[in-house]
């Protein structure tokens, strides 16, 4: 076999691999698509329903009809937001410090910063309940923000750690030498080759934050303040679970997600391409 025809054929093995494993990610995605736009009553039938049909939007309006389901989505928006803000901000100056610089205590932070990653979140629910009733911030946004910013901040400096170094130090020595203070070379040299890496682990963090249901379950006690994962829970009562509204409500609660993503795929894949290469 010719060398064309034997890389044509591994190329054509490849493509099918990948088509594969595409397909298995994005089936659930569009079961849950599928199942939500179903009449109630086949979405229990035995039989799969590839397609739903005749279209029904009767799940999407039992579960629109949920009291208090722009207050749920605006505190998911916020405290998303607000702990992507947070951790990019500090996440920034504390990576470039721990690839740039020397100092006391740097292995040791890094080596806090992978194992904090490694604790389950199920076993730091105690603790931060128990600090956050301490200072009165039970039942508080900001205090949902803190929590997040538990285990969204070492991931992001990890994360963006990498990105940095894959930044040559020599474009900012040349910055600093025509005139650039290294706070000028980090705006105008590092901060904008770091955009795709800041994009990359603004998306993680996003929705690490958007997705979570064990701390704002814990920490929430007042309805005003739950957020989206919370609220799909509502629809599993005494009576019975209502799976229409319930996997409606959970294609509406990953939207805005999937519209994000695909907003800045672009710069994602472009940021987890830099950052795993070290320049």
Do not use: C
Request: glycine content about 6%.
């Amino acid at each position: 076999m010719s060398r064309s025809g034997y890389m044509s054929r591994r190329r054509a093995v490849a493509n099918t691999i990948a088509v594969v494993v595409a397909v298995v990610m994005i089936f659930p995605v569009y079961w849950m698509f599928n199942t939500a736009f179903k009449e109630p009553g086949s979405i229990m039938s035995q039989t799969p329903q590839f397609f739903p049909w005749p279209i029904s939007v009767d799940n999407f309006a039992r579960a629109l009809e949920s009291s208090n389901f722009w207050v749920f989505f605006r505190n998911s928006l916020v405290v998303s937001l607000a702990t992507v803000v947070l951790s990019m901000a500090v996440a920034l100056g504390a990576s470039f410090a721990s690839a740039r610089f020397s100092f006391i205590g740097r292995k040791v932070l890094l080596v806090v910063l992978v194992l904090v990653q490694m604790i389950p979140g199920s076993a730091m629910v105690i603790p931060l309940y128990l600090m956050l009733r301490q200072v009165g911030a039970l039942d508080y946004l900001p205090g949902l923000v803190l929590t997040y910013l538990t285990f969204v901040l070492p991931f992001a400096i990890w994360t963006l750690r990498g990105f940095v170094e894959g930044i040559p130090v020599e474009l900012e020595e040349a910055a600093m030498v025509d005139g650039l203070s290294r706070f000028g070379a980090f705006i105008r040299v590092v901060l904008p080759l770091l955009a795709p890496g800041v994009v990359a682990t603004s998306i993680f963090a996003f929705i690490n934050a958007w997705d979570d249901y064990l701390f704002a379950y814990v920490i929430m006690r007042s309805q005003e303040n739950y957020t989206l994962p919370v609220w799909l829970v509502s629809f599993q009562t005494s009576e019975g679970v209502d799976y229409g509204a319930m996997i409606a409500a959970s294609a509406i609660f990953s939207i805005p997600v999937l519209i994000f993503f695909l907003l800045v795929q672009r710069r994602l894949v472009a940021g987890m391409t830099s950052g795993a290469v070290k320049g």
